[in-house]
Each structure stands twice: as C-alpha cells, then as structure tokens.
C-alpha cells in the first residue's frame, strides 16, 4: 500500500501564565476536527500543541507562587495537558518550551541563522509589554500596551539582532508566490501593507529575562520568547532531524488575529534565513468575545471549557463553536446561545432523528435495517437532498467554511424530519404494501442519517460513533473514508446497536445555572474539610490504608453523625458519579450529593436509612450544593462505596452515632 499523504497542523502554544478557557479551547477544537476530517481523507495527521513556557511574566507569577520556575511551568503543563485529554482533544505531539528537545532545536536555529549572516549584535532601548512579551515599536515611555491596555516597561540591552529588514523583498515574493499562506484573504492583505512598510530589525535575544533558553556561549542572553515559541512547531516534529519524520513544512498553523504577525512575517523569515522550508498557511481565527471585550482573566470574563463539557457533553461545545462563529471572524460567546443550539440542533435535531428512527425499526422490524422496497419521487428527492449534501459539507468543510458545512448538514437533517413527517410511517398498518412502504421510509431516512453521521463526525466523534453503533454499521465511523461516501451505501440487514442516550433535552435556565455553579467552583475552589476528604462516599484509593494516627475520643466527637433517611434520590445531568439526595435527619430535610450513582439506582435509596454526618461546612459538588456526608466503605481495589446502614434494627431517624 502507498504511504498515506502526511498533513501537519498546529495550534499556537498557550501561555502557562493562566489556564486555558473557552478562546484557547476553540482554536484546539478546530484543529481536532480538522485532524479527524484529514484522517477521513486519508492523511497521516499530526497535530501539535503544547505549552510557552518562558518569560518575565512565567518568572513573575512563579516568584508570586513562591516556587521555582521549573515547577511551576510544570504544574501549568500538566495542567494544560490533562484538560485537552479529558476533552477528548489531544494533542499527537504536546511540547513544552522547556523541553530538551526544543532548547536543542531553537539553539541550533540561531546558530544557522548567524552562520548565514542574519545576526549581529547591538543595544536596544524600547517599551515592552510583559504581558504580551513584544516591545511595542513607536511607543513612548509612560504608554500603555495597545494590545492588553497595560503599562508598558522602558528596557535597554544589550541584545541579538535579526535582520529582519533584509526580508521585505523575499517575503513579498513569497506572499505572492504562496497566495494561499495567509487566510483569509483580509488578514493577507493587511500583513501585505504592513510588511510594504518597511521591516525593522529585531531583537531576538535578552539579557534582562533569565527565565529563558540561553544563547550557547553568550550568556547571560537567553533566547526573545517568539524565537523560541515559533520554534517549537519545529521541534515537535523532529527539530534538526525534521527530514526523517516528514511532516516539515507544517501544513496549517492555527493562530487568533492578535498573533499574526509573529508567524507570517517574523516567522518565514527566520526559517528563510537558516534555509530551511517556510510552512504552507497560517489561517486566522478570530476572537470569541464576552461582553464585545476579548476574554481574559484579568478581566474577570474568562468562560471555562470544562463546566460546559460536563453539563451538556464535550460533542456539545465543539458543535457550538463551530457553528455559531463564522471561522476568521469574532463572535460573541453567550449561554444562552448555547443551550439554545444544544436543545434545537442536537436534542431535537440529530439526537431526535437518530432515536425515532431507530426505535421505528426496532418496533417494525426486529430491530434490523430494512431492505427498501419500491421507491416513489419522494424517497428519491430525500436521496438527492443527502448526495447534494455529500458535496456541499465537503466542500464548506475543505475551505474552513465550518458553520456552512454543519448547517449543510443540518438541512439534511431537517429535509428527513420534513419527509417523515408527510410519509407518517407511523400510521401504516401491517398489510404486505404498507410493510413494504415502511421499510422504504425507514430504510431512506436510516440512510440519511448515516450520511450526516459521518459527515458530522469531525465536529461530533463522540455523539456521531454512538449513533453509528445504533445502527448497527460495520467498523468505526471515524474509519469511513469521506472520499468514498456515497448514498446506498447502509449495510441492510444490521441489527441495530442499543439505544443510548444522545442529547437528553436540558432547562435552560437551570443548565445554565449550573454551568456558572460548576465554574464559579473551578475558579474558587472550596477547601476540602479537613476531616472529611471527600463529601460523598466517593472511592478513597486503598481499601485497609494504615491509621496514620490516634486521636482522642474529643476529636472524634467533633464529628456529629446521625442516622438519616433518604426520601429523594436522582441522577445529576452531567456528572454521571453522583445522585443528588434528599436526606431527613431528624430535624430537618438535607440536600447531600453522593458519589454513588454508578452502584446503586435512584430508585432503590428511598426510604433506606444510611449514616450521616451533618456537621460538615456544606460545598458545592458539580455546581450542586451538598450540605452533608453519606457514609460508606470503600471497597476493593476501584473504591465501590457500600453504604452503612440499619438493615436489622429499626433506629429512629435522627438518632446520633457514637
Ligand atoms: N504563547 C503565544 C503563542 C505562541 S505560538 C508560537 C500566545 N499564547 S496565548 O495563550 O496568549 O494565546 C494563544 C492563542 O489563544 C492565540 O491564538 C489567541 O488568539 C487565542 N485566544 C486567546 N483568547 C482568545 C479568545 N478570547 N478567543 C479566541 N482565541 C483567543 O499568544
């Protein structure tokens, strides 16, 4: 088999100065989705990202941390980290600014750049912003940072000057040449004027920052962060040794509007100068705005990814992210928008579509696809309405157009409700004729919704590979090769999948409520009580851990436990560890928050009597308030918590333990 075509994409790496929300999380989105739609078209993908991790303001905030630098980059990297795993968006190479392998590599880029003669030495005196890490050219003292609004500092040093003013000329050439390495259209012009205008040369090197890479021989000068951020998109792929790996020229670097700059000027130049090949696009993204203002934490607007993933689900987020804002433009991040698209497109649109075909398969047909029988004008124009969708998804999505490929998608999905609809398979009977009208409705709107299952995927894999299973298609669904999809293509005969929840339908009002809840709570944790580390009866980790320490009878009786009975129990929409509880304890009904949900059924709880303890500070869990604690043991190796309870004694409830 030939090797596939190799496709290499990135996003910026992100500060470690502040932990990523909904802005730095959309540029991650879309570059996971166009991962999963160049692997659909066959490519060898590899995607990058990862952490800057050097500067003045990293020294800054460790110094306020009051730990080392090395540690705290490496908290935020793991942090970073773990929040795009848990998203479902991964990064195939994660590099981090302090990693041997990139120190090595920008190292080894400065010295190509000066072995062709693109360095030299000097002093420069400027305004910079530390915040954005870039002296800010025609400043004066006392100005503020025309990007973040902040004080801007006078610096002097001693630095290294790259000759950018020597790649006016190559660059234009090349803009020319390349018409499509800046998109979209609008950005290049802009950089086009701007690079007409006359570059200066810059300094990419320091003596004021010693959090930095050092410059081999010459410190104590470190490295200017955007020679060594840019640098890491190289690094993540092999560095010196890129050639073997074969994924240099990256493809597509992923950046918002306010670091253009940085990688279609600066950037080419410094790979033209070591002689080595300049990426084929920079795409630019707009920004996702709070308020009309550019969400930052400083400003108190920041919106959080993962209260939104853990409420409406990760699928929901990306759907909105990308069908909401036109790619390159900014647009306004709003809740209510949100959950709005959430009820309308996904419970009601796909989810919707998805579950009533499948349960009238089920009901009609043993749960097996049906093979159509004769087909009428109607059944081909739906047919039609999916092939023409086929082409115009594919296209929307090649050109970055997302919004227009999902709402493409979207009328597809429309077009079969509407066909439903007016063919009412329900209300045929059982005769051979009206079986044979059913198995083709149900046969064509299967189809469709087939089609836009994969079409969909990119942007849903985790939601599209459910409904994939549901029915009951051969394979994976990220593994249909988009090149090759066509309508008539359904496996008959499947058995359909087991039916699972997609899109339960949420209360905006109260989504959204809980979603602000959940955020609050990450971004001011509660301290956990230091008696009880957890507030339900959540896995503790060893089942027989050694008591470190004796305590006296005072302090156990610091902890007032009373026996309870539940009276209401239900799962929590988005937080599938935990039941909310009703609990009387006598005195009065408490709201207590259990992580058992994944043991034991709603349900079954009423009326039982469990241990409480009721003197704990109450805490938010998942945005829900919990005032108490369900007593449990710990089981086995996972932590399967087992209520203690009365099984044998009739206790009055309110009763203290002691
Ligand atoms: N570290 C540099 C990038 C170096 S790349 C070699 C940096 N980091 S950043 O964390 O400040 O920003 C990373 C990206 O997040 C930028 O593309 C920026 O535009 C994007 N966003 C930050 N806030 C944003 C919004 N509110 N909306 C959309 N994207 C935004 O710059």
Known sequence: MPDKPKFYLTTPIYYTNGLPHIGHTYTTVVADAIRRYKRMRGYEVVMTTGTDEHGVNVERAAQKAGIPESEFVARMAVAWKALWDDLGIPADEFVRTTDLRHVRTVQWLFRLCKENGYVYKGHYTGQYCIYDNAFVNDAKPGDNCPDCGRPLETITEENHFFKLSAFQKPLLDFYKKNPNFIQPETRKNEIISFVEGGLKDLSITRTTVRWGIPVPGEEPHVFYVWFDALTAYLSAVGGPDYEKRGF??????????????????????????????????????????????????????????RPIANMLGMDALRYFVMREIVFGQDGNFSFDALVTRYNSDLANGLGNLASRTAAMIEKNFDGKIPKSGPRLPQDDALAKVASETIGEALERFENFEFARSLEAIWSAIAAADKYLTSEQPWALGDSEADMQRKATILWTTAELLRIVTVLAHPVLPDSTAKVWTLLGQPG??????????????????????????????????KAIERIEAMANEELNPTPAPAAAPAHAATPSGSAAAPATEKIGIEDFAKVEMRVGQIKTAERIVGADKLLKLTVDIGTEIRQICAGIAQYYEPEKLIGRKVAVVVNLAPRKLRGVESNGMIVAASVGPEGRPVLAGFPDEDVEIGARLK
């Open 248 to 305: 240099w020229p990256c493809d597509l670097h992923l950046v918002g509007k306010d670091i253009i700059r940085f990688h279609t000027v600066y950037w080419p130049a410094f790979l033209m100068a070591a002689m080595l090949p300049v990426p084929k696009q920079v795409w630019v993204h707009g920004w996702f705005l709070m308020d009309a203002a550019k969400m930052s934490k400083s400003k108190g607007n920041v919106i959080l990814p």
């Open 476 to 509: 994976r669904v990220s593994a249909v090769e988009l090149d090759g999809l066509r309508w008539g293509q359904l496996a008959t005969g499947a058995q359909l999948g087991k039916a699972q929840a997609l899109f339960p339908r949420v209360d905006k009002q």
